[in-house]
């Protein structure tokens, strides 16, 4: 049961409210509702909003008021006559414009005819104990409030009377209503049904979905304090008892298991307005608690909603972060009151400076999740077709980013129009999840070229949310035809009381949403560099018990300004069918063109692809995708022998119709998928001449090299090894030098004269080329995590304590590091700087809190944000290390650990949307 029931919380009755500035106390006389923090009938700019409805208001009171349709608030038809009483209203408030009160007055009277004279035992029936079976329960809350505006403007008590038999009437009803089951079913449900209660679908008095139960009640706050200085309720001895029913919704919304959702904001701002309103300042307490619970239980260390549903980050930090503060910032409690819940009191509150670090990661989360057209990345459920309104004006330049709890990293270089960002994404399955683990996203030449999906279908379109969701449907690869698991598979940690949160579970942790053992794993992230970027994450557990191979690496390399390309290298192992998915930009129609002689095939794929054509992949192909205004993405495609090209069509998803699907099949235990993708403009055409797969001797069969050769006449090689310690002989192919190498990733251009110009290593041991020999290299820093620093619990920084010397140069800013919590969990976060502690080792200070400890002597990790796991053992740590040998203009190779770009600072560090004005 909540503190709030659990305290036995009692009225607290006032005709003031203390909230001020700089902890002064300031009376407050009712109504509250016509003073900060609300704005349900004033405006702080009433001459702007006046200007705005005058076309409006000149229609005159008696046109305006002939406008009510019968049935209210409820009654869609009645939408603009409200958006127009209201606006008077406003006006009135703020001006005192008696053609805005005269407009208003008509308008209420209009409104509230039929219950003004109505005698108190039929006003009474209006409401019965049938809850939301009775249409009419609903409607009357709507009606009261009405009532309630016509007694504020005109004092008039006969409206005030009315007002008050409704409330009080509410009362008497409600505790007896039933429960009604979701979209107006007949089954009926007891006040004390937990299980019922328990279900995510389960309803509240009204009908409706739980969330925002509260909310939908506040009507009846509002109409309670804009009558309480009438004297109504007091004379007619039902004050208790309307303040009774306004409390039951408080009362009967904390029966249901603490759920700790998505769209908690929408009851916490119930709890807020109540708490003023009647006033109980428990219900402050309340929200400023389960605010910090929330963060804790349900947002990663990097600021990410669990779910890693852009859309509902978006909805949920911007109810937690700017509403609730909104209505918050500055409240005092009544004299000499503490809280049971809290056992402290607040003077001058303020929920932003109270949550600061965590309010600014949040949307410096979003924000990084922004594309350069202001749209977000529509990863899980999340639609691409919303501006995202919380950036700065213009999104002019892009650079890498780190998601490394939420699992998603961000390679991107450029300015304006030649903005270039590869996206690797490897979360977990915690809610709202799309099946979609390895999936890639592309921008470039201005628009996605390799896009995400969409959450539900477009009006009267052929797609569905199935489909929108599917393995098949992402660009990445299915194995044996069949999603990656989801949250609610059998693949679940069995919570112990290592993993104990310091407060109740959330509702749903043990089913999905802190139990799920989904996640992505990032192995390295080297994109300090802009020239060149390469990031590689294993997702294995997506597909648990078929695969115990599935691994992608992706390395984005510059051409010119212009222009990148993307060498793509996809190891999958287990299972017997591996389908390389591949599309571009849902939102608009393309076309794919081969050379391949394909050949029609019956019958559909993946449930959804079909008009299907097909030929066997041998050697290298391409293939491109074509769009109406002549931009194309061209895919060079390396894949394993026995490997079929398949081509159909399938619901395009992000627009009506169809779009081309691509899928490269292989029949198989394990496959190595290679492929290079790049993208231009009609203008400019393609700036690859050719690519050309590395013969690796003495290697393992999961190694992987190209050789590509631009159209100016330069050459680049990359190598990926599947074990970063094995050493790799490659032999000269098409005139390229043997080279070797020792390490997990390596690029090597050369000028068109064959001369090497610069090597990037990715924890690279040793690597020989040509007269370029990089040797002694330190792959990576390895070590134990012995404890660590939290600002949030009083320490002077967020930071890493190991016993390994690592270097204090300040050549680690800005890289990751990835810790390893046992077996189950990875996440990365990135440095600040290094500094030698006093007796030896190493204070790795993050750029932000990673949220860990470490207990038990040393055998525990436990983590202070999502998911909240203990688990047992160490906390190990990795830095792979970079270096870049580049020759200068006297021809001598120098080298250089951990090449950084002198990136500008991120632009996600200028949304001030979240702060208060």
Same mark, same amino acid.
């Given at each position: 049961?909540?503190?709030?029931?659990?305290?036995?919380?009692? &009225?607290?009755?006032?005709?003031?409210?203390?909230?001020?500035?700089?902890?002064?106390?300031?009376?407050?006389?009712?109504?509250?509702?016509?003073? #900060?923090?609300?704005?349900?009938?004033?405006?702080?700019?009433?001459?702007?909003?006046?200007?705005?409805?005058?076309?409006?208001?000149?229609?005159?009171?008696?046109?305006?008021?002939?406008?009510?349709?019968?049935?209210?608030?409820?009654?869609?038809?009645?939408?603009?006559?409200?958006?127009?009483?209201?606006?008077?209203?406003?006006?009135?408030?703020?001006?005192?414009?008696?053609?805005?009160?005269?407009?208003?007055?008509?308008?209420?009277?209009?409104?509230?005819?039929?219950?003004?004279?109505?005698?108190?035992?039929?006003?009474?029936?209006?409401?019965?104990?049938?809850?939301?079976?009775?249409?009419?329960?609903?409607?009357?809350?709507?009606?009261?409030?009405?009532?309630?505006?016509?007694?504020?403007?005109?004092?008039?008590?006969?409206?005030?009377?009315?007002?008050?038999?409704?409330?009080?009437?509410?009362?008497?009803?409600?505790?007896?209503?039933?429960?009604?089951?979701?979209?107006?079913?007949?089954?009926?449900?007891?006040?004390?049904?937990?299980?019922?209660?328990?279900?995510?679908?389960?309803?509240?008095?009204?009908?409706?979905?739980?969330?925002?139960?509260?909310?939908?009640?506040?009507?009846?706050?509002?109409?309670?304090?804009?009558?309480?200085?009438?004297?109504?309720?007091?004379?007619?001895?039902?004050?208790?008892?309307?303040?009774?029913?306004?409390?039951?919704?408080?009362?009967?919304?904390?029966?249901?298991?603490?759920?700790?959702?998505?769209?908690?904001?929408?009851?916490?701002?119930?709890?807020?307005?109540?708490?003023?309103?009647?006033?109980?300042?428990?219900?402050?307490?309340?929200?400023?608690?389960?605010?910090?619970?929330?963060?804790?239980?349900?947002?990663?260390?990097?600021?990410?909603?669990?779910?890693?549903?852009?859309?509902?980050?978006?909805?949920?930090?911007?109810?937690?972060?700017?509403?609730?503060?909104?209505?918050?910032?500055?409240?005092?409690?009544?004299?000499?009151?503490?809280?049971?819940?809290?056992?402290?009191?607040?003077?001058?509150?303020?929920?932003?400076?109270?949550?600061?670090?965590?309010?600014?990661?949040?949307?410096?989360?979003?924000?990084?999740?922004?594309?350069?057209?202001?749209?977000?990345?529509?990863?899980?459920?999340?639609?691409?077709?919303?501006?995202?309104?919380?950036?700065?004006?213009?999104?002019?330049?892009?650079?890498?980013?780190?998601?490394?709890?939420?699992?998603?990293?961000?390679?991107?270089?450029?300015?304006?129009?030649?903005?270039?960002?590869?996206?690797?994404?490897?979360?977990?399955?915690?809610?709202?999840?799309?099946?979609?683990?390895?999936?890639?996203?592309?921008?470039?030449?201005?628009?996605?070229?390799?896009?995400?999906?969409?959450?539900?279908?477009?009006?009267?379109?052929?797609?569905?949310?199935?489909?929108?969701?599917?393995?098949?449907?992402?660009?990445?690869?299915?194995?044996?035809?069949?999603?990656?698991?989801?949250?609610?598979? *059998?693949?679940?940690?069995?919570?112990?009381?290592?993993?104990? +949160?310091?407060?109740?579970?959330?509702?749903?942790?043990?089913?999905?949403?802190?139990?799920?053992?989904?996640?992505?794993?990032?192995?390295?992230?080297?994109?300090?560099?802009?020239?060149?970027?390469?990031?590689?994450?294993?997702?294995?557990?997506?597909?648990?018990?078929?695969?115990?191979?599935?691994?992608?690496?992706?390395?984005?390399?510059?051409?010119?300004?212009?222009?990148?390309?993307?060498?793509?290298?996809?190891?999958?192992?287990?299972?017997?069918?591996?389908?390389?998915?591949?599309?571009?930009?849902?939102?608009?129609?393309?076309?794919?063109?081969?050379?391949?002689?394909?050949?029609?095939?019956?019958?559909?794929?993946?449930?959804?692809?079909?008009?299907?054509?097909?030929?066997?992949?041998?050697?290298?192909?391409?293939?491109?995708?074509?769009?109406?205004?002549?931009?194309?993405?061209?895919?060079?495609?390396?894949?394993?022998?026995?490997?079929?090209?398949?081509?159909?069509?399938?619901?395009?998803?992000?627009?009506?119709?169809?779009?081309?699907?691509?899928?490269?099949?292989?029949?198989?235990?394990?496959?190595?998928?290679?492929?290079?993708?790049?993208?231009?403009?009609?203008?400019?055409? #393609?700036?690859?001449?050719?690519?050309?797969?590395?013969?690796?001797?003495?290697?393992?069969?999961?190694?992987?090299?190209?050789?590509?050769?631009?159209?100016?006449?330069?050459?680049?090689?990359?190598?990926?090894?599947?074990?970063?310690?094995? &050493?790799?002989?490659?032999?000269?192919?098409?005139?390229?030098?043997?080279?070797?190498?020792?390490?997990?990733?390596?690029?090597?251009?050369?000028?068109?004269?064959?001369?090497?110009?610069?090597?990037?290593?990715?924890?690279?041991?040793? +690597?020989?080329?040509?007269?370029?020999?990089?040797?002694?290299?330190?792959?990576?820093?390895?070590?134990?995590?012995?404890?660590?620093?939290?600002?949030?619990?009083?320490?002077?920084?967020?930071?890493?304590?190991?016993?390994?010397?690592?270097?204090?140069?300040? *050549?680690?800013?800005?890289?990751?590091?990835?810790?390893?919590?046992?077996?189950?969990?990875?996440?990365?976060?990135?440095?600040?700087?290094?500094?030698?502690?006093?007796?030896?080792?190493?204070?790795?200070?993050?750029?932000?809190?990673?949220?860990?400890?470490?207990?038990?002597?040393?055998?525990?990790?436990?983590?202070?944000?999502?998911?909240?796991?203990?688990?047992?053992?160490?906390?190990?740590?990795?830095?792979?290390?970079?270096?870049?040998?580049?020759?200068?203009?006297?021809?001598?190779?120098?080298?250089?650990?951990?090449?950084?770009?002198?990136?500008?600072?991120?632009?996600?560090?200028?949304?001030?949307?979240?702060?208060?004005?």
């Amino acid at each position: 049961m909540d503190t709030l029931l659990r305290f036995g919380l009692c &009225s607290v009755c006032m005709f003031v409210l203390v909230i001020g500035a700089g902890g002064q106390e300031s009376a407050k006389q009712r109504p509250f509702l016509t003073q #900060p923090p609300f704005e349900e009938i004033t405006t702080s700019d009433p001459e702007a909003l006046l200007r705005s409805n005058q076309r409006d208001f000149d229609r005159g009171a008696s046109a305006l008021a002939q406008s009510y349709q019968p049935g209210g608030r409820h009654d869609n038809a009645n939408t603009d006559f409200y958006r127009i009483l209201h606006s008077a209203i406003k006006v009135y408030e703020g001006t005192g414009n008696q053609e805005c009160r005269q407009i208003a007055v008509a308008m209420l009277q209009a409104a509230t005819a039929e219950f003004y004279d109505m005698p108190e035992r039929q006003l009474r029936d209006l409401m019965d104990e049938e809850g939301a079976f009775n249409p009419s329960n609903i409607a009357m809350k709507s009606h009261c409030y009405d009532l309630a505006l016509l007694y504020h403007i005109t004092k008039n008590r006969q409206a005030a009377r009315q007002a008050a038999i409704i409330l009080d009437r509410y009362n008497q009803v409600i505790r007896q209503w039933p429960l009604r089951e979701r979209y107006e079913g007949d089954q009926r449900y007891a006040h004390d049904d937990a299980r019922y209660k328990a279900r995510w679908d389960a309803t509240c008095l009204y009908g409706e979905w739980k969330p925002g139960f509260v909310e939908r009640g506040q009507t009846l706050a509002y109409a309670y304090d804009l009558i309480y200085d009438s004297g109504v309720m007091q004379q007619m001895g039902v004050l208790d008892s309307a303040q009774a029913g306004i409390r039951y919704h408080i009362e009967f919304a904390e029966t249901y298991p603490a759920n700790y959702g998505n769209l908690d904001h929408y009851d916490l701002r119930g709890y807020c307005r109540y708490g003023i309103l009647l006033p109980e300042p428990e219900y402050v307490h309340h929200v400023v608690k389960h605010l910090g619970e929330i963060i804790q239980a349900c947002f990663y260390a990097d600021g990410f909603w669990h779910e890693g549903s852009p859309a509902y980050h978006k909805d949920l930090i911007n109810g937690l972060s700017v509403q609730l503060p909104g209505l918050l910032n500055g409240y005092s409690d009544p004299p000499g009151f503490v809280s049971k819940i809290s056992d402290t009191r607040f003077d001058d509150l303020s929920l932003t400076d109270m949550y600061y670090p965590q309010f600014k990661r949040m949307w410096s989360a979003l924000g990084s999740l922004t594309l350069p057209d202001r749209s977000p990345a529509a990863i899980h459920d999340a639609s691409h077709d919303q501006s995202a309104w919380w950036m700065p004006g213009v999104i002019n330049r892009s650079a890498p980013k780190l998601l490394g709890c939420m699992g998603h990293v961000i390679m991107g270089k450029g300015e304006d129009g030649n903005q270039q960002q590869a996206h690797l994404h490897f979360s977990g399955m915690h809610g709202h999840e799309h099946y979609d683990t390895l999936n890639i996203l592309v921008w470039s030449q201005g628009q996605e070229m390799m896009s995400e999906t969409r959450y539900r279908p477009l009006p009267d379109d052929v797609s569905t949310r199935e489909w929108h969701s599917m393995t098949a449907a992402h660009n990445t690869v299915v194995i044996d035809e069949t999603n990656q698991i989801g949250r609610l598979s *059998s693949h679940r940690r069995k919570l112990t009381e290592d993993d104990a +949160l310091p407060f109740p579970d959330p509702q749903h942790r043990n089913f999905g949403h802190g139990d799920s053992l989904t996640d992505g794993q990032l192995r390295f992230f080297a994109a300090q560099w802009a020239p060149v970027q390469i990031s590689e994450a294993q997702g294995e557990e997506a597909y648990h018990g078929l695969a115990d191979l599935y691994r992608r690496t992706l390395a984005m390399v510059e051409i010119d300004e212009e222009h990148v390309y993307l060498v793509d290298v996809f190891r999958v192992r287990g299972g017997s069918q591996h389908d390389w998915m591949l599309h571009g930009c849902l939102a608009l129609p393309y076309a794919v063109q081969t050379d391949l002689p394909l050949h029609d095939v019956a019958g559909t794929q993946h449930k959804y692809i079909e008009r299907l054509r097909s030929a066997s992949l041998d050697g290298v192909q391409t293939l491109s995708m074509v769009y109406e205004d002549g931009k194309q993405s061209r895919h060079w495609l390396m894949m394993p022998e026995g490997t079929d090209l398949y081509v159909g069509q399938a619901p395009a998803m992000r627009r009506t119709g169809y779009n081309p699907f691509v899928f490269a099949r292989h029949q198989a235990t394990s496959s190595l998928f290679v492929a290079v993708h790049e993208f231009f403009a009609e203008g400019s055409g #393609p700036q690859i001449a050719s690519v050309e797969p590395l013969q690796i001797l003495a290697a393992d069969a999961m190694d992987a090299g190209v050789r590509v050769t631009l159209t100016d006449g330069r050459s680049d090689l990359f190598i990926s090894h599947f074990e970063p310690d094995n &050493s790799a002989q490659l032999t000269a192919v098409a005139g390229a030098t043997p080279m070797v190498m020792r390490g997990r990733a390596a690029h090597v251009r050369s000028a068109a004269d064959g001369t090497v110009q610069r090597v990037f290593g990715v924890g690279l041991a040793e +690597l020989q080329i040509g007269d370029v020999q990089i040797a002694d290299q330190l792959p990576a820093h390895e070590g134990i995590i012995t404890t660590t620093e939290r600002k949030l619990t009083g320490d002077e920084a967020d930071a890493l304590h190991t016993t390994v010397e690592l270097p204090t140069d300040g *050549s680690l800013s800005g890289a990751p590091v990835i810790l390893r919590y046992g077996d189950d969990l990875v996440q990365s976060f990135p440095i600040e700087r290094v500094e030698a502690l006093p007796d030896g080792g190493s204070r790795i200070v993050l750029q932000y809190d990673a949220g860990v400890t470490i207990e038990k002597g040393g055998e525990l990790v436990k983590l202070h944000y999502f998911p909240g796991w203990g688990m047992p053992g160490q906390c190990h740590f990795t830095i792979v290390n970079t270096v870049l040998g580049q020759r200068d203009a006297d021809g001598q190779m120098s080298l250089q650990q951990h090449p950084k770009t002198d990136w500008p600072p991120p632009i996600e560090d200028e949304i001030t949307y979240w702060l208060p004005k």
